[in-house]
């Protein structure tokens, strides 16, 4: 995944949080198919929108508190943030259209 940041503990505040673009976040899992079936889609949209926002990627198997502080309770879990706050969320495989509608929302 060249286009889609990982971001561990120690990153997240500083690419996310404090970030001046919004941030598409996928919380995911080696082990979690529908976490890998979704992955190219985050890829694109890192692509196609890679001028107007960040989309990066946290292991809650490696960083579970993350997880845990953003109510993560089912992987895939997608947020947007915007000025460091959750603006829209996702849980499980979603269309691409949705995720850029809501892109598209954030950025407007």
């Known amino acids: 995944m060249g286009n889609v940041t990982e971001l561990n503990e120690s990153t997240f505040g500083a690419e ?3 970030s001046t673009k919004p941030v598409l976040v996928d919380f995911w899992a080696p082990r979690c198919m529908p ?3 979704i992955a190219p889609v985050m890829e694109q949209l890192a692509v196609e929108n890679a001028d ?3 989309v990066v990627k946290i292991d809650v198997d490696q ?3 993350l997880a845990v502080k953003y109510g993560v ?3 895939p879990m997608i947020m947007l943030f915007k000025d460091g706050n959750v ?3 996702f849980r499980g495989i979603q269309p691409k259209t949705r995720l850029q509608d809501a892109i598209d ?3 407007a």
């Open 87 to 89: 603006v829209e969320s």
């Open 73 to 75: 309770d089912a992987i």
């Open 16 to 18: 996310v949080l404090q």
């Open 35 to 37: 976490c890998r079936a």
């Open 52 to 54: 107007s926002i960040k």
């Open 63 to 65: 960083f579970p508190s």
């Open 105 to 107: 929302g954030a950025v």
